[in-house]
């Protein structure tokens, strides 16, 4: 029941979040008569901050609440003593002997401890020392660890509470940063000089475009971007990318819509994103084969490219094989992408990701997760792993492995998750695969076997590069794939 309550919270908190950016950017709309160089939302600025501190104080709230215990207290291990005392012992004749003083609870309380331990030869020797002062010793070690195993039930059950308020309070302040950033990103949306919203006004309208507001973000170290809200003229249809052209002459940068906004402008009023060009482009293929004679693949797979120049790359592979792993896999990579297409960075989502199988968990499901992002503007990839197989990049006649320890999701509340970077070129591929297809080579040579693998395929087309690994790998096992088999290739080129 608690796991749900928390589950509620923190999807209530998302929809909150959600409506409040609607109602953002539906002021913004209406902003049309600012002042040139005006700062855009300040007002809104300070309500987005007000509802990041609301998240963090919700966080601290969560994080406040008692941690996890590994061992009875003290009072519970006495506890346990009286009660198997209140069922053996209390109409004992010989109860005012015996427990005369504190050393038969010293004693019971010495043989929780050693239940507890699982130290055997010490459950026995303390056993045998209470059944020489006791007549009834086999009776009350019976009930003894009866107790014990009620109280050591109710600690598992009280640590998963603990556990999910903690992945509760993890989202909540995951929420609370991204707010902070979205504050501090509404602070640097300003009105271009009139100069320059007078000049791109006229010059769209030779292209049929009425520029109804302008709206840019120029900040050091960061591309440019810029906010149009326009409608063709007379019914007429004309492509985003004309206003591109004519916004990157005025500029002095090639700009151009992003890939999620409008395409074409018509008669409705549309605002639409343009953002600097980007330097590379990349395409993506996969190969996969499920557990023989399993008819559903345990692993998921996700690529996008979001509105801030980023291929995102995302390998899961579930638990086991057959359609519960499916499913498991498929939520983490369904949640990953969600995350990272609302703003969160890689390990925040990660985060947010980890916690949410922490409160979906049952039965010990566990997942791995296998991120990359490749930045299209500067050819730089970020990793993050959770429990994920070798990931590979070639570069002509070369092949670098990156390899990870981390555990994989849901299998604890504070994961350290193993981040690393690398520059890629023009004519790169990444490589990435699941357990599957590096359990299927022989033992100890993984990484060799794969890398020379990786080298004897020639195809420059990411798909079939990806189909060519898997059945090389195939090859190993007689082509009866042991687990889950899965290669998702991306390779990126100069534009």
């Known amino acids: 029941m608690h796991v749900w309550i928390v589950a509620m919270l923190v999807i209530s908190a998302l929809l909150i979040v959600r409506d409040m950016a609607k109602t953002i950017f539906s002021l913004r709309q209406k902003q049309e008569d600012i002042p040139a160089g005006q700062v855009f939302g300040q007002p809104?600025?300070?309500?987005?901050?007000?509802?990041?501190?609301?998240?963090?104080?919700?966080?601290?709230?969560?994080?406040?609440?008692?941690?996890?215990?590994?061992?009875?207290?003290?009072?519970?291990?006495?506890?346990?003593?009286?009660?198997?005392?209140?069922?053996?012992?209390?109409?004992?004749?010989?109860?005012?002997?015996?427990?005369d003083g504190e050393e038969r609870l010293r004693l019971g309380e010495k043989l929780v401890r050693a239940l507890e331990s699982g130290k055997e030869e010490r459950r026995?020797?303390?056993?045998?020392?209470?059944?020489?002062?006791?007549?009834?010793?086999?009776?009350?070690?019976?009930?003894?660890?009866?107790?014990?195993?009620?109280?050591?039930?109710?600690?598992?059950?009280?640590?998963?509470?603990?556990?999910?308020?903690?992945?509760?309070?993890?989202?909540?302040?995951?929420?609370?940063?991204?707010?902070?950033?979205v504050a501090w990103e509404l602070s640097e949306i300003v009105q271009p000089s009139r100069e320059f919203a007078d000049?791109?006004?006229?010059?769209?309208?030779?292209?049929?475009?009425?520029?109804?507001?302008?709206?840019?973000?120029?900040?050091?170290g960061s591309r440019k971007q810029a906010y149009l809200t326009m409608q063709a003229k007379n019914g007429?249809?004309?492509?985003?990318?004309?206003?591109?052209?004519?916004?990157?002459?005025?500029?002095?940068?090639?700009?151009?819509?992003?890939?999620?906004?409008?395409?074409?402008?018509?008669?409705?009023?549309?605002?639409?994103?343009?953002?600097?060009?980007?330097?590379?482009?990349?395409?993506?293929?996969v190969a996969k084969v499920p557990k023989d004679k399993e008819r559903v693949s345990g692993d998921s797979y996700?690529?996008?490219?979001?509105?801030?120049?980023?291929?995102?790359?995302?390998?899961?592979?579930?638990?086991?094989?057959?359609?519960?792993?499916?499913?498991?896999?498929?939520m983490v990579v369904d949640l990953l992408e969600q995350f990272l297409e609302s703003g969160f960075t890689n390990e925040a989502a990660a985060k947010l990701v980890n916690s949410a199988v922490i409160l979906k968990r049952q039965d010990d499901m566990f997942s791995t997760m296998d991120l990359c992002t490749i930045d299209l503007y500067t050819g730089v990839c970020e990793f993050l792993k959770a429990g994920a197989a070798t990931t590979f990049i070639r570069r002509d006649q070369w092949v670098e492995a990156i390899t990870s320890t981390s555990l994989a999701l849901g299998m604890g509340d504070q994961i350290d998750f193993e981040t690393t970077s690398r520059k890629l070129y023009s004519g790169d591929f990444l490589i990435m695969v699941t357990d599957g297809v590096l359990d299927a080579l022989p033992l100890d040579k993984?990484?060799?076997?794969?890398?020379?693998?990786?080298?004897?395929?020639?195809?420059?087309?990411?798909r079939e590069m990806g189909r060519g690994i898997l059945d090389r790998a195939l090859a190993y096992c007689d082509y009866k794939a042991r687990d889950d088999m899965t290669v998702l290739v991306a390779g990126i080129w100069k534009k």
């Open 199 to 220: 000049e791109l006004r006229y010059s769209l309208k030779k292209k049929g475009i009425r520029l109804k507001s302008v709206w840019i973000m120029e900040r050091e």
């Open 124 to 181: 026995k020797e303390l056993s045998k020392e209470w059944k020489g002062q006791c007549v009834h010793a086999y009776q009350f070690t019976q009930e003894l660890n009866h107790f014990f195993q009620r109280e050591r039930e109710k600690l598992v059950w009280n640590n998963r509470m603990i556990e999910n308020r903690l992945a509760a309070a993890q989202q909540f302040s995951e929420i609370s940063g991204l707010l902070g950033q």
């Open 446 to 462: 993984e990484e060799e076997t794969m890398k020379e693998i990786i080298l004897q395929v020639h195809s420059q087309a990411p």
């Open 302 to 330: 996700a690529c996008c490219q979001e509105e801030e120049g980023k291929l995102i790359l995302c390998l899961s592979d579930g638990m086991g094989s057959g359609m519960e792993a499916s499913k498991e896999s498929e």
């Open 44 to 99: 809104q600025k300070e309500r987005v901050e007000k509802y990041a501190q609301a998240f963090r104080k919700l966080a601290d709230t969560f994080y406040g609440m008692p941690y996890r215990k590994d061992y009875l207290s003290n009072e519970q291990a006495q506890d346990v003593v009286w009660q198997a005392y209140s069922q053996v012992c209390s109409n004992c004749h010989q109860r005012q002997e015996c427990w």
């Open 236 to 285: 007429q249809c004309v492509s985003a990318l004309e206003a591109a052209e004519v916004l990157s002459e005025l500029w002095g940068d090639t700009l151009v819509p992003v890939n999620t906004s409008r395409c074409t402008i018509n008669g409705e009023s549309r605002t639409v994103h343009f953002t600097e060009k980007m330097n590379f482009q990349a395409l993506y293929g």
